[in-house]
């Protein structure tokens, strides 16, 4: 237990100390782990991956030209801190922030320089020996910026703040258990707790027969209360010591709690807390119905009311509460209180790189700027900048057009709330004040933050949410003042409306006879008297809709937009939204593809925004099908337009607000431009202590094409003329009536046409045993004549639903499957077998089907009976090929093999008959070994002995990817030796003969490199994207020979039956197939641009140049890129000083510049 004379004895040691960092800093750190009697750095190791907690840690910085160079952070914690330690000169107060300044620089360098597999640390420290420690916080450990922590107003601790308990205890934590500072994890369970304690408030006064609007709104204004109280904008305590008042007292509290609303509202004296009050007007304590501000309550709900009261306010986290809260006071949705929120975590990664990270690269440009000024006496144009860029915070419009109860505008007001501060922190030294720019209007507050929300309850929820979470900044940043009355102000900012579609009313459908046309509701079923089978219940109805001019929605005007529209596929539209509002949206976005899912219309329009200069950039979340072909067009069609993929994580885990069920979920953002994007792909997932799971990311830097990735452009591949006719989905048969088990087919006649039937789990795991009745070709009246009993049987159990289909066909011909794929039987006739893969699948594998099996929807069958295709499509080349060109489904993150993506876009080699014959041979045993392997032992799956291949893999290579995911080239070293089958896994190696499945495979994937004449990529399983390159490459060739009439037919009988071009062979080395891509040539000079007029421009584009130039620049060769006139050279030296000191810039030997 440290004392307070111990305390004070180090304040005095210290504060006296008046020698550099370098003779002190170690001893000041180490003196203070005493002081807070936490464990001092570790003696340092030769090898630096070892040193987790030393001084003077190694890393290294790779610069642009390729050159190197060592650095040493000050003092390193792994999982916890950078420290940068300086001992400032005493002065005056500019000096002191200078150099603090190029400390937070330097660390924030050391951070980004540390080994990828350690990860960010949460924190920076920067610490002033014997003066301050300043600390900063990126608790997501992404890449983002780090900012004040815990706020810009108290980031700063001063040495005689020790004496204090809990900033003692702040500094513990720091060097214990850093992740417990993250305040949404402190919040997290007060904050569900309040919401626990308000549903049952909620749900008790609904029961006494009043609206859930009204309910809504009282409820809301008691957690405004308790918060007011909690930031003295009322007097502290007053409204829980009122509640308390009331609590035997109950038929009082209308009165009373209406006179203090009333009050509030107004900003007059309030004779129930006995008080004068500031103004607070909104909309919030004004109610239209007389009543209904206040409502009759009981001493349970008095009591309810009290214990919610007692939470701080001050630190409720607003971004969970939002969600919380709707959950709370809509019956429909209180079921899932206890259920999962979205992380906060979650939401800043999206939130992040689409308004705040842009923001803080002109805020780092401006400062640098201001820096400059300073330091040359020139004070008034210091502020200017500061000002100018303060303005510009103030006055950026973000919009999210599906804001729920407003988590995703919440987080991005505090992030700005936060840059605020920290400009506010820099004028504050030079001399301006807060209250003064407040005076003139001039904040960050919610008229900023747009929203769009159908439903009028979140819409409510979202103002009290922004409201809530601007005043604890306020409060934050600039102490106890109060903020500008009235302090609650009436912005319609969220609007209550429809955010893609409008329209002028809705009329039901009517009949000839002015009766509205009505169907099946789609959910309510009833058992059939005879079958004792589920059947649509037909008194269940629903009325079909007309919506009047029906036209697209108009977003208000924003300078960003950002947010998380809902979740609907493409196929559940029409079941979720309704037929006449899937009609009219259709109608009013014709250059939407019908196939596309609901959240492409968001992302359509945003895009066209951007497109047109209207926004400047837009990040939404989709799920992960945004990537599937359909979907992609829109996004293809934006990058067509000039617009560029700024940011995005093609799959990453989520959580869905409505009812914590876990999806999956791509993050993208967008901005005008041709520029590098970065792409970040989940390395690894893991439950953390908070909400959702803990998320590594590796980030790369490229061009992002439409599929979410960088480097070959797998997008961009044509579907080839070869590949055409032959790959086609199985059979929908939209009744499951028409399967039958083999004794229910012993029941119908011998003769009727009764197939074999198999789906994806037959293939992945075990087969059913089913089979299924297959009337195509066959009319009804020959089918009751032929076959009654199976007649009556498909009467009976298929066309009960196919009644209540919306699809004419279907319902006209409710005897055949609703797809019966006419095409697809073409393609078999005449073979006596095909290949099968699973649609959506975790291990791509393929299989010969013998051509009596019916195959079903989830199947993709290829109409190939060689066994050199199957080899071929089974080999590492293709696999590889298909998991980039294809998408990602489910919350088990499983492979999608779109046939036009996958299949009909992949270049087949131009094998020589010797090596056709060699593949032929392995992906024949590949084909009998897995067949014979099932057959002889019941519990073996397919799916069971590729998940021990793929292990046996890891073992072998040493290498670690995440399953199902390939990443492009990058692979993460395993930690310690490979993990070891478990039993359950080495019986399945050992009854399936794994080992063997395996080295199949590996001759497999050598033969078919071979036959591409690419031996040099046999056994470099890491290294796919030069794999990727090369197909790319080679598709691009196929499609220009193609375009000349020579095309490789794969089956030319069948494709090609009247004549078949001549074949053309294939380079067969990497050096003749490397003539088909594009010749490497040196970068060009870029053209000369005019130089900026303002200095935090000339900032950003110095420091951008040197950036992205490869070779070090001296002062000449920068200047030779820019054009103008007077003695602008003459600033370069400043520039360059500045933008070093800022860690921005590096400067070499003989004057060389790199960024």
């Known amino acids: 237990m440290t004392t307070s004379s111990a305390i004070e004895s180090f304040i005095a040691r210290w504060t006296k100390a008046s020698g550099s960092e370098r003779a002190n800093y170690q001893l000041f750190v180490t003196e203070l782990c005493r002081l807070l009697d936490v464990e001092p750095p570790q003696p340092a190791f030769a090898d630096a991956g070892e040193n987790a907690y030393v001084f003077e840690r190694r890393v290294t910085f790779r610069h642009g030209d390729g050159s190197e160079s060592a650095g040493f952070i000050d003092c390193y914690r792994r999982g916890a801190f950078v420290l940068e330690a300086k001992k400032l000169k005493t002065g005056g107060a500019q000096t002191f922030d200078d150099a603090l300044l190029r400390a937070r620089a330097q660390a924030e360098n050391y951070a980004r320089a540390l080994p990828s597999d350690e990860g960010r640390p949460p924190f920076l420290v920067v610490v002033d020996v014997g003066n301050v420690i300043e600390l900063y916080s990126e608790f997501s450990r992404s890449g983002a910026t780090y900012v004040p922590f815990p706020d810009p107003r108290s980031h700063r601790i001063a040495i005689a703040d020790f004496l204090r308990d809990d900033i003692r205890e702040r500094l513990r934590l720091l060097f214990t258990d850093p992740l417990a500072l993250d305040p ?317 579609l409008a329209f002028d009313g809705v009329d039901f459908v009517l009949d000839d006879n002015a009766i509205p046309i009505s169907r099946w509701d789609g959910r309510s079923f009833k058992t059939h008297p005879v079958t004792g089978e589920q059947v649509p219940d037909e008194a269940a109805r629903t009325p079909l809709q007309r919506y009047n001019n029906p036209r697209r929605a108009e977003w208000p005007a924003a300078d960003v937009v950002v947010g998380n529209p809902p979740f609907i596929g493409a196929s559940t539209m029409r079941a979720a939204l309704g037929d006449g509002y899937v009609d009219a949206l259709r109608g009013a976005w014709g250059d939407v593809p019908e196939s596309a899912d609901f959240v492409m219309f968001w992302w359509h329009h945003a895009a066209n925004l951007v497109a047109q200069g209207e926004i400047s950039r837009f990040g939404f979340i989709t799920t992960n099908s945004l990537r599937q072909t359909f979907n992609r067009r829109i996004v293809q069609a934006a990058l067509d337009k000039g617009v560029h993929l700024a940011f995005a994580i093609p799959d990453h885990p989520w959580v869905e607000n409505s009812d914590g069920a876990a999806v999956r979920i791509a993050m993208t953002v967008a901005a005008a431009g041709t520029e590098e994007g970065r792409l970040c792909t ?248 897995r067949k014979r392997v099932l057959a002889a032992h019941a519990e073996l799956t397919l799916t069971g002995l590729y998940n021990v291949l793929e292990k046996l893999k890891i073992v072998g290579a040493g290498v670690l990817c995440m399953p199902g995911i390939p990443l492009r080239g990058q692979a993460i070293p395993l930690r310690g030796p490979a993990t070891a089958l478990n039993a359950k896994e080495k019986a399945i190696h050992d009854q399936g003969l794994v080992a063997v499945l395996y080295s199949l495979h590996t001759d497999l994937d050598a033969a078919v490199l071979d036959a591409y004449g690419w031996r040099d990529l046999v056994g470099n399983g890491a290294n796919d994207e030069t794999l990727l390159e090369r197909l790319v490459a080679l598709n691009r060739e196929r499609t220009s020979e193609e375009a ?83 003695k602008w050279k003459s600033a370069l030296p400043e520039i360059l000083a500045t933008l070093e000191a800022l860690g921005r810039a590096r400067q070499m030997e003989a004057g060389l510049w790199v960024g």
């Not at 060689?866 to 919350?891: I, K």
């Open 1044 to 1126: 000349q009439g020579q095309i490789r037919w794969l089956r030319p009988a069948f494709q090609n039956p009247a004549a078949q071009p001549t074949q053309q062979s294939l380079p067969a080395t990497p050096q003749d197939a490397a003539k088909a891509k594009p010749s490497a040539t040196s970068q060009p000079t870029p053209d000369r641009q005019p130089w900026p007029a303002t200095l935090p421009e000339q900032m950003a584009t110095v420091a951008n140049l040197l950036a992205v130039t490869a070779t070090p620049l001296d002062m000449t060769a920068i200047a030779a890129h820019f054009t103008g006139k007077g």
């Open 682 to 929: 989940v390395s690894a997932e893991h439950e953390g202590k908070g909400e959702g799971l803990d998320v590594e990311l590796i980030e790369r830097s490229g061009s992002i094409h439409a599929d979410l990735s960088v480097g070959a452009n797998v997008a961009a591949a044509q579907a080839l003329r070869a590949n055409e006719n032959l790959a086609n989905r199985g059979v929908q048969l939209f009744g499951a009536g028409f399967i039958v088990t083999p004794e229910e087919a012993a029941r119908l006649e011998a003769d009727a046409p009764i197939k074999p039937y198999r789906n994806g789990r037959d293939l992945t795991d075990r087969p059913r045993g089913v089979s299924v009745i297959d009337l195509f070709g066959f009319a009804a009246d020959d089918v009751r004549r032929r076959w009654p009993a199976t007649y009556q049987w498909v009467l009976e159990r298929v066309k009960p639903e196919r009644d209540h289909n919306n699809r004419a066909t279907y319902r006209d011909n409710w005897w055949i499957f609703g797809e019966p794929r006419k095409v697809m039987r073409a393609t078999l006739v005449g073979l006596p077998r095909y290949i099968a893969t699973v649609e959506t699948a975790k291990h791509r594998t393929f299989q010969f089907l013998d051509a009596s099996i019916a195959p079903d929807n989830k199947l993709v069958c290829i109409a190939l009976d060689d066994a050199y295709c199957l080899g071929v499509l089974s080999s590492r080349v293709h696999v590889v090929w298909a998991m980039t060109s294809g998408s990602w489904l489910g919350v088990g993150n499983d492979s999608v093999y779109a046939k036009s993506r996958c299949f009909e876009t992949f270049p087949f080699p131009a094998a020589t008959p010797e090596q056709q014959a060699r593949i032929r041979d392995l992906a024949e045993q590949i084909d009998v070994h």
């Open 184 to 500: 949404s994890r402190q919040t997290a369970r007060v904050t569900r707790e309040i919401a626990a304690h308000l549903a049952e408030v909620a749900k008790s006064l609904e029961g006494a027969g009043h609206a859930a609007e009204t309910v809504a709104g009282f409820l809301t204004r008691c957690l405004f209360s308790m918060f007011a109280e909690d930031v003295a904008l009322i007097p502290k305590g007053a409204f829980s010591e009122l509640l308390k008042s009331l609590k035997e007292a109950p038929e009082q509290f209308a009165p009373m709690i209406g006179e203090l609303w009333r009050a509030m509202d107004k900003g007059e004296f309030s004779i129930a807390i006995r008080a004068a009050l500031p103004r607070f007007n909104g909309k919030l304590f004004k109610s239209p119905e007389v009543g209904s501000m206040v409502l009759p309550v009981t001493k349970q709900h008095i009591q309810l009311l009290i214990e919610a009261a007692k939470a701080d306010w001050t630190q409720v986290e607003s971004a969970i509460f939002g969600t919380l809260l709707e959950r709370a006071l809509d019956p429909q949705e209180r079921h899932a209180l206890g259920a999962h929120y979205t992380p906060r975590a979650y939401v800043e990664r999206l939130v992040l790189p689409t308004v705040i990270e842009p923001l803080r690269k002109e805020w780092s440009n401006v400062q640098a700027a201001a820096v400059l000024l300073a330091n040359a006496n020139r004070h008034k144009e210091a502020v200017a900048e500061l000002r100018n860029f303060h303005h510009r915070l103030c006055t950026l419009r973000v919009l999210d057009p599906a804001c729920g109860s407003g988590n995703f505008l919440y987080v991005t007001l505090e992030h700005m709330k936060r840059l605020e501060g920290e400009v506010l922190n820099q004028l504050h030294d030079l001399g301006e004040t807060q209250s003064l720019l407040e005076a003139e209007g001039l904040t960050v507050d919610p008229h900023q933050f747009l929203g769009l929300e159908l439903n009028p309850r979140a819409a409510a929820i979202a103002e009290l949410v922004l409201w809530i979470g601007y005043l604890q900044w306020h409060f934050r940043t600039q102490g106890s003042g109060l903020p500008p009355s009235p302090i609650l102000k009436d912005f319609h900012n969220i609007e209550c409306a429809d955010a893609v």
